[in-house]
């Protein structure tokens, strides 16, 4: 006797349900959201001085009054906010200069000679990095009060180029020595196997090398010249920057000119990083092809 065939029912194929899969796709979708959330933190100032550059305001530009351009068309219109974004420019090119200098043979001696100290000075070169800068500021205000009124130097640009080269100095140190760390010693030898002078070697070989660290390195010491607020405050005495025009202006509402330099200024460095980019891209495209 035969026994008829057992017939199984369909399986069904399986559905998450909506939560289950809201939560995987938030589980893959995590770290692009919090990197959305956090340049959306970030961007948020910006957008804010960018908005309330075309303010129409009064005497405060806190309220939102309406919409104009004679802001953009006149970035100048408040006394002294022009000034101070030139005495700005020159202390920031004056400082980045010298720091980028003298920063770049520190950083050549302390990678490729040895002398006594090296191992202190590597360790005393992060000193300035880690000093709070309102420290680092009243040091410096009582080393200029003391020791520059001897030779009858006051308070003034001087002073904030002075404090501005010591405490770029270190980032570009920092910078420019990683760079010729990363290098082939080997390339040297090689072109002094093929009879280049020390001198010749240094700027036909060397250099070129590491020429991408160094202008890394002098637009962050601008930046961190150009931006400094609080060494600044203490060692400008009656000279005014940028950053000290928009502090002391902003107990009253930050004019909207002041608004417009600042939006300015972040754009010129944003094109200038993208320009950077696109210039390594061809030259690394140039390089594989």
Known sequence: MTTPPTTSAPKTAYRPSTAKRAQVWLANHFAMLSAILVLLYLFLPVAYTFAFSFNDH?????????????????????????????TSLQVGAIS?????????????????????????????IFVPMATPEIVMGAALLTIFVQGFANVGLSLGFTTIVFAHIMFCLSFVVVTVKARIQSLD??????????????????????????????????????????????????????????????????????????????????VIAVLLVVGAQVVSSLRASRVKE
């Open 58 to 86: 009064g005497k405060t530009n806190i309220v939102w009054q309406g919409f104009t351009w004679k802001h953009w068309q006149d970035p100048c219109g408040v006394p002294g906010v022009c000034g101070s974004l030139v």
């Open 96 to 124: 980045t200069v010298i720091a980028t200098v003298l920063g770049t043979l520190m950083a050549l001696a302390m990678v490729r000679y040895k002398f006594r100290g090296k191992a202190a000075s590597n360790v005393l």
């Open 185 to 266: 010693p080997r390339i040297e030898e090689a072109a002094q196997d093929l009879y280049a002078s020390p001198m010749q070697t240094f700027w036909k070989v060397t250099f070129p090398l590491i020429l991408p660290g160094v202008l890394g390195a002098a637009m962050l010491a601008f930046s961190l010249s150009f931006d400094d607020f609080i060494i600044t405050n203490f060692v400008s005495g009656n000279e005014s920057t940028f950053p000290k025009f928009v502090y002391v202006a902003s107990r009253r509402g930050i004019p909207a000119e002041a608004n417009v330099i600042g939006f300015s200024m972040f």
